[in-house]
Structures are given as C-alpha cells and as structure tokens.
C-alpha cells in the first residue's frame, strides 16, 4: 500500500535549452548515456562535459605490444579509457591493476568497466596513490606492462564542486582526493608571498609570479582573502591590469592555466609523487617489462627524461624514448586538451 501512495518524481528540469549550472545538467552526470551528443561534441573539438577522452591511445598499444596473459598496472585510472584499451589487448586472459587516488571517478569507472564485461577476474581497481605501487608488487607480484597518465581527468576539470578550473564558479580545492589534505584555498592563504612566487615559478613557469603573488597577499591583509575558483581570477586579472588592453585578455586567460595547475601540483604533492614512483618504478617492472609515461607539462617531462636517462646509464633500461612521442595533429584537432600531452617509455633490462 505504501508503495502505492509513493508519488513519482520527475528529475527537475531546468529552463531554457542550455543550462549554465552543473547541478542542472545531466547528461554530463552519464555521457555514454547520449551517443549522438558525443559524436557531435567531440566532433566541434571539444570535450564532452563529465568523459574524458583518452589521449595517445594508438602511441601506447603500439609500444606496451601487450599480449594475452599477462600482468600489467594503468597507475592512474580515471574515466578507464586507456585501461579498458589495455584489457582489451589481454582478450580475457591476464589481469590489470588500476590506481586512482579519486574515490569519487574511481568507483565510477570500476563501475563503468564492470558493465562492459570487465570484472574482478581480469581488473582489480585500488584506490591508492602511485607514488606506493610497491605495496602492489608485494601482493601481485612485477608487471609485464605499466602505463602512468599525468594528466587531470576531464570529470575533475568540468565539475566546479573540484575547483580545478577558473570558468566556473566553485570552491578553490584542487585535491584529487577531496577526503585528504589541505583544500588549495586553505593553502594559498597560509603560504607567505615568497613562497607564492616560488610555486608559481617552479610550477608552471609563471612569468607575472611576482604580480600575482603581490595581488593576492594584498587581498589577505585587506581581510578579503582568496576562497573560491572566481577569487583567485579575479586576483590574477587584477594583477595584470597593468599590460595593453589589447593583451591582457589573452594573458589573464594563459595566467589563470597557469596559476592554477601551480597550485594543483602544490596541493596534491605532484612532483614528490612522481619522484616516488620514478625511484620506485624499475621493482615494479619484470624484466623486459615495458612502461609509458604520458606527461603534460615541462616540469614532469624533464623528470622523466631525466630518470630514463639515468636508468639507462646504470643498465636498468635497456632501451629508452630518445625522443618524445606526440599526438598526432588529427588527435589534436578532435581533442584539443591533447596538445600539450608528451609521452616518454622505457623497457626493463
């Protein structure tokens, strides 16, 4: 009886054909749900909102060569489209070990990959961070294969509750574990000015690190500190009001990427984690193992090319990427976030 009195409840519509506000949306909430929308999205060169669209795809399969049995490891899940690519190369034999430190895309992407027939036999999701892939090695055993994608998932990007992007309005938090650590507006606001200046810099080789800095301390002694994504543009706008108008516009735009992937790197420690997994990576790898690392800025790129380096200098890689991999110029066009990608590999000796 209960169940009949129970009323159906619609999910709320929002006015107008193009709603403005995330929590109105809902195809960005299920985007395989809406095949067509996709296709027309992705076909405009852009990103789906809620998808991400995996990037060197082809580059990667073609140099892991991966083969039916065996044991490899995608260190950073997200939305699972290299991971699902890989599993399909295993043609159900073999396992996969994915990463996420995300609870929140991890358990959807296990979710989304279970329903494409990719179950516990085959794919075992932890939520972790890569700098500990050794704890993995302990109960799994090294891996054939390993592929590590730096780049933050277009989820986290396009939801402004994550902070990640300064096109919406959200809290300024940044973390990739929202349950751990210190949220990035908390960070900015107990840093000193020198401190600020040095991230941006060393981050993101920020040009106007010192305006900026300057801008946002003024803000802090003022008792009107940076707290949310629209803030802290608003501080970097400000600290550029000094260039032409005709400029400014386009480098208050390349400043706020810049700012706020300074500050991402800061707050979940990215550089430490990378060097960790780096220091870690040849006790991962069996012998003539094979591992793929996506990057996608300057700073991980050198970190990598110089552990390759280094590795292949005391016999533990017997063979490494003595140039970057690219997406090619067709990839780039149908996914721009894909541009500034670089991939770097390296066999075990």
Not at 111 to 130: A, S
Not at 188 to 214: C, H, K, Q, W
Not at 227 to 239: L, Q, S, V
Request: hydrophobic share 35%; net charge neutral; aromatic share 8%.
């Amino acid at each position: 009886m209960e169940e009949q009195n129970q009323v159906h409840r619609r999910r709320k519509r929002y006015s107008g054909t193009h709603p403005r506000r995330y929590e109105e949306k809902y195809k960005e909430h299920n985007p395989e749900k809406y095949g067509d929308t996709i296709e027309k999205v992705i076909a405009k060169g852009s990103t789906p909102a809620g998808m991400h669209i995996s990037i060197c795809v082809k580059e990667i399969l073609d140099f892991l060569q991966i083969k039916p049995g065996q044991r490899g490891m995608d260190a950073t899940l997200g939305y699972g489209g290299h991971t699902k690519a890989m599993l399909e190369c295993l043609q159900g034999e073999g396992h996969i070990y994915a990463l996420d430190v995300d609870p929140i895309e991890s358990e959807k992407t296990k979710k989304r990959l279970e329903e494409k027939g990719f179950g516990e036999d085959i794919l075992t999701v932890l939520q972790m961070n890569f700098a500990d892939v050794d704890e993995v090695v302990k109960k799994a055993g090294v891996f054939d294969f390993v592929l590590a994608d730096l780049g933050v998932s277009s989820m986290q990007i396009d939801n402004p509750k994550r902070g990640f992007t300064y096109k919406f309005e959200g809290p300024l938090d940044l973390r990739l574990n929202p349950e751990k650590g210190e949220p990035a507006a908390e960070r900015l606001n107990s840093v000193t000015e020198e401190e600020l200046v040095g991230m941006f810099r060393e981050n993101s080789d920020e040009p106007y690190a010192v305006e900026i800095a300057a801008e946002v301390m003024k803000r802090k002694r003022a008792k009107t500190p940076v707290w949310t994504t629209t803030d802290f543009k608003e501080a970097i706008e400000a600290a550029l009001s000094f260039l032409p108008e005709g400029e400014r516009k386009e480098m208050v735009k390349k400043s706020c990427k810049r700012c706020f992937q300074a500050l991402r790197i800061d707050v979940n420690s990215e550089f430490e984690v990378l060097y960790c997994f780096l220091d870690k990576l040849p006790n991962v790898l069996a012998s003539g193992g094979r591992v793929a690392i996506l990057t996608f800025h300057s700073g991980e790129d050198r970190l990598v090319k110089k552990a390759f380096k280094q590795g292949k200098k005391q016999g533990i890689y017997k063979e490494i990427a003595e140039e970057v991999i690219r997406p090619s110029v067709e990839e780039c066009n149908r996914n721009p976030r894909a541009r500034s990608a670089k991939m770097r590999w390296a066999v075990k000796a």
